[in-house]
């Protein structure tokens, strides 16, 4: 499950139980520096902080059984190691037969919990936005130049290209995204590298 994704995604079903995990959320609970699991259930490393989590698992879970409007939440899990504290993510999943079938067991998710650790370095941006949305090498390099909050001027210099080679390419960015401003498409590529519903 998202094996390639850089954050951790874990499915929890109406127990409150994580069911299901991608290889990222994996290496994170092994390690069990912030989040881990107790009997199947996540747990964080204090007492006050599960009891939070669970919280906003179990109004997940109430609207992902469709007892509940809580769209989710977020809350940052301090470390015992100090490291920057895990930054989860929890949203609902509506039963939808059709997108999340039952296992063997009936398991079928009804809450999902995103992961996200500061200190695991991401997958490569270049790549991640040559495949969302269909740029050129060169077409990424500038958007990452832009995302940096450099102008296009300086994209050009350091790109060793003309300015006016930067605004075509600006253009074509434009068009394979859809935007028409800069500001547009720093938003729109900040949007789709986050890891947040």
């Known amino acids: 499950m998202g094996d390639r994704l850089s954050f951790g995604v874990i499915l929890v079903d109406a127990g409150l139980r994580a069911r299901a995990s991608n290889a990222a959320a994996e290496e994170i ?3 069990g520096n912030g989040l881990g699991l107790r009997r199947g259930r996540l747990a964080a490393a204090r007492p006050t902080e ?4 669970e919280a906003l698992l179990a109004d997940a879970v109430r609207t992902g059984k469709s007892e509940g409007l809580h769209p989710g939440g977020t809350m940052a899990l301090p470390r015992p190691s100090g490291k920057r504290p895990l930054s989860l993510t929890v ?21 999902v919990l995103f992961v996200t650790d500061p200190e695991r370095l991401p997958e490569d941006p270049a790549a991640r936005l ?4 269909r740029l050129t090498e060169r077409e990424s ?6 995302i940096a909050g450099r102008g296009l001027e300086a994209a050009a210099d350091e790109m060793g290209i003309t300015r006016e080679s930067a ?15 800069q500001g ?3 938003a729109l590529v900040l949007r789709g590298l986050t890891p947040i519903l």
Not at 169 to 179: D, H, N, Q, V
């Open 29 to 31: 609970l092994k390690a």
């Open 50 to 53: 599960t009891r939070a989590l």
């Open 91 to 111: 949203a609902p999943l509506r039963r939808r037969p059709e997108i999340l079938p039952r296992d063997s067991d009936g398991f079928r998710p009804v809450a």
């Open 130 to 133: 040559r495949g969302l949305y």
């Open 141 to 146: 390099q500038l958007v990452r130049i832009l």
């Open 167 to 181: 605004r075509g390419y600006l253009k074509r960015i434009f068009e394979k995204t859809g935007t028409s401003r």
């Open 184 to 186: 547009e498409l720093v």
